[in-house]
């Protein structure tokens, strides 16, 4: 396993190559992988279970929305802190365990004929609470796993899996909906966190707790995590344009599936198809972009993909003028070009958000940020859902697209185009690992 070297110790020679060599970080990588494949099964099951099976209308899919991403918005900022005293990895187990136990209750109630809205409402809450838990955890472990300077290549080691699930996940979760129904697919879902779980109880890291002295009342902590965050001029553009991106994002992908099953008139394997080839970019995105910022600059990678994500939901709802073929057609390049761009502004963003931020203050900066930027997402499912019954799904997708086309302003009128590369961490960095 990986050990701190210390700030006095050698770091030997064999320790300095690629993550590929370090088993303790692949046992994590391997157990995400599987996660992240059924979370994206998950993701495709869940409207398609709602709009296909209980007849969702426009409303109740945006309240489903809403539900699994209320969390953000609720426990965000509280969680922050709370991981901030907590071993990550064991949040990490603890919310994994909670999501699989949740998901499982799904196909249960509908084999014994019981499945109802409400149920789903319920467990996507549930799922959303732990998934805040996990995902601030997540994000602010990888210091504790690898060297700073391995910061970079784990994120996007990490992004690339997520793009590969993302690529493979929604394909296999169309065929398992058009096999075995969408809440038994749920099914594999449940497994994934199970197998997740057990990797990282097999996972290492040398992650010290922060003494009891250096605690202070929950509410200060939280007001310490947001002064690190909008403290910092480069943070407070990157939350501004992350944040109004989703506000948008999130109406027109709340919409989505009654868009693409219901007015397209695709199935959900053509669907799941879709979304497939679409993370095909995100999976090009996370391996490109260590050459693009390179070439670029780090900080102008930021400005330049957010341009780009900003102005590719344009296309979106013109694909309900086309003829099916073409709508495809239309929807594959949409969807690969904004997984593209968002990937290479999430591994360059992440990145320099871990490495200026000292070690204490990880997971509040993490929750303070996704409070920030998920925190909208619920209030953006509720509106989706309230605009798509009375002015219609595809006026709410044209409202959606030219929202998101100004995500990319505070970023792109900011300083990044002067920088080339963003500031280093000016305080002391996490150890650094050997074998």
Not at 231 to 251: D, E, K, Q
Not at 373 to 397: K, N, Q, S, Y
């Amino acid at each position: 396993m990986s050990r701190s070297a210390g700030p006095d110790r050698p770091v030997r020679a064999e320790t300095i190559g690629s993550l590929w060599r370090d088993r303790n970080f692949l046992t994590l990588w391997t157990g995400q992988a599987f996660s992240q494949f059924g979370a994206q099964v998950f993701e495709l099951a869940l409207p398609v279970l709602a709009v296909l099976l209980l007849h969702a209308s426009e409303a109740q899919v945006g309240y489903l929305t809403a539900a699994a991403t209320a969390s953000f918005l609720i426990v965000g900022l509280p969680a922050g802190a709370w991981i901030d005293r907590l071993r990550k990895r064991r949040v990490m187990i603890v919310a994994d365990g909670v999501r699989a136990v949740a998901l499982g209750a799904l196909p249960v109630l509908y084999l014994f004929g019981h499945l109802e809205m409400w149920h789903l409402y319920a467990v996507a809450l549930v799922v959303g609470v732990a998934t805040v838990f996990f995902d601030v955890s997540y994000q602010s472990i990888v210091p504790s796993l690898v060297r700073g300077d391995q910061i970079a290549e784990a994120n996007g080691k990490l992004e690339s899996t997520n793009q590969v699930a993302g690529l493979a996940g929604p394909a296999v979760g169309g065929g398992l909906v058009a096999l075995v129904s969408a809440p038994l697919a749920i099914v594999t879902t449940s497994a994934t966190y199970v197998i997740s779980m057990v990797a990282l109880i097999f996972t290492s890291d040398h992650e010290v707790l922060r003494d009891r002295s250096d605690r202070e009342p929950l509410h200060r902590e939280i007001a310490e995590g947001l002064r690190w965050v909008f403290g910092n001029p480069l943070l407070r553009r990157i939350v501004a344009t992350t944040g109004i991106s989703n506000l948008f994002s999130t109406m027109a992908f709340t919409l989505l599936p009654i868009f693409y099953l219901r007015i397209l008139g695709f199935s959900p394997a053509i669907m799941g198809l879709l979304f497939s080839l679409g993370a095909v970019g995100g999976l090009l995105g996370a391996i490109v972009t260590p050459r693009l910022t390179a070439r670029v600059g780090e900080a102008r990678a930021i400005p330049l993909s957010a341009i780009a994500f900003s102005v590719a939901m344009l296309p979106l709802p013109l694909a309900a003028v086309l003829p099916q073929p073409g709508a495809f057609a239309l929807l594959v390049v949409q969807s690969f070009t904004m997984s593209f761009a968002v990937l290479v502004y999430n591994i360059t963003q992440v990145t320099f958000r871990q490495r200026i931020t000292p070690g204490r203050l990880l997971g509040r900066m993490n929750a303070s940020i996704r409070f920030c930027v998920w925190g909208v997402m619920p209030l953006a499912a509720l509106a989706a859902g309230w605009l798509g019954t009375a002015v219609g799904t595809i006026a709410t997708l044209w409202i959606a697209a030219a929202g998101a086309a100004l995500s990319a302003l505070p970023v792109a009128l900011g300083p990044f185009w002067r920088l080339r590369e963003l500031p280093q961490a000016q305080h002391t960095p996490p150890p650094a690992a050997t074998s």
